[in-house]
C-alpha cells in the first residue's frame, strides 16, 4: 500500500506524507459534506494525532453553518474583546441585509491573522470577496474590497474622516520601484484633487471598527455594492 492512501485508520498529520487535497477528497466522499478549503485547513489541524475515522464525527459537525453570534461564543474567539464580538456580530447582520455573507463558517487567517472571516455574494458561484474580517490577538481588522474608487469620488470626499483616511492616508502606498505603468496591483483614483496610487494587497483596511461606525461602513458598502432594486412585472 503507497503510503499516502488514505484509510480510516490514517492517522492525521500535517505536511507530511498526505497532502490536503488528498484529505479534502476522501472527508468529502466519506461525509458526502463539503467545507471551504481555508475552512477545512484549520481544522484539521485541530485533529492532528486523531484517525481518520475518530475525525469524521467532528468533520460533519464543522461542516454545520452556525450564526455568527454562536461562532463567537466559540473558546477560540475569546482572544478578543466582548466590544470586537459585538462589532462582527452586528456587521455580520448588516451585510446581510446588502446580499453577502460568510457561509456560516471562519477559517484560517494564513499570513494576515490568526483567524478570518470572509464575505462574498449569498449562494453566487462566483465568490467576489468584498470584506474580511482579520481575528487576532486582541485585535481585529476590518478590510473592505473596492474597484473604480474614481466613480465614487464625490461620495468619499464627504464621509466621516475616518472613513475618508482609509482612501487618503499613506498605508498601502504604491511602492513599486521603478513604477511600473503595468502594474496588476496597483489601484490609482483622485481624492479632493490629489492622485493616490496603492498597492491592492493591503489597502481599506479599517484597524479600530466599533459599533459606533458601524452605519458608516455600511453607507460606505452599499455605496459601492447597492443593493438591486426586483423589477415590478
Known amino acids: 500500500m503507497s503510503k499516502s492512501t488514505i484509510t480510516e485508520d490514517t492517522v ?11 484529505y479534502i477528497e476522501f472527508f468529502e466522499k466519506a461525509t458526502g459534506k463539503e467545507l471551504p478549503s481555508c475552512e477545512f485547513q484549520c481544522w484539521l489541524k485541530t485533529q492532528i494525532g486523531k484517525t481518520i475515522k475518530e475525525a469524521i464525527p ?38 446581510r441585509k446588502l446580499g ?35 481575528i487576532a490577538e486582541n485585535k481585529i481588522v476590518l478590510r473592505l ?25 499613506n498605508h498601502g502606498n504604491c511602492s513599486c520601484n521603478p513604477q511600473k505603468e503595468n502594474c496588476r496591483m496597483r489601484k490609482t483614483y483622485t481624492i479632493d484633487d490629489k492622485q493616490i496610487e496603492k498597492c491592492s494587497g493591503v489597502v481599506f483596511e479599517f484597524w479600530n471598527p466599533t459599533v459606533e461606525k458601524l452605519t458608516d461602513y455600511v453607507k460606505l458598502l452599499a455605496e459601492f455594492y447597492p443593493v438591486k432594486k426586483v423589477k415590478s412585472v
Open 58 to 95: 467532528t468533520y460533519c459537525m464543522a461542516t454545520e453553518r452556525k450564526e455568527m453570534k454562536e461562532l463567537m461564543s466559540e473558546e477560540r474567539f475569546n482572544i478578543i474583546s466582548k466590544a470586537d464580538k459585538t462589532f462582527i456580530i452586528s456587521f455580520d447582520e448588516e451585510i
Open 12 to 22: 492525521i498529520e500535517v505536511g507530511k506524507s498526505v497532502s490536503l487535497t488528498k
Open 145 to 169: 474590497f473596492f474597484n473604480d474608487v474614481d466613480k465614487h469620488k464625490t461620495y468619499i470626499e464627504n464621509v466621516p474622516d475616518h472613513i475618508k483616511d482609509v482612501f487618503t492616508n
Open 100 to 134: 453577502y455573507d460568510s457561509g456560516g463558517g471562519i477559517g484560517e487567517g494564513y499570513v494576515w491573522a490568526k483567524y478570518m472571516i470572509v464575505y462574498s455574494k449569498t449562494g453566487a458561484k462566483n465568490k467576489k470577496v468584498i470584506a474580511r474580517f482579520y
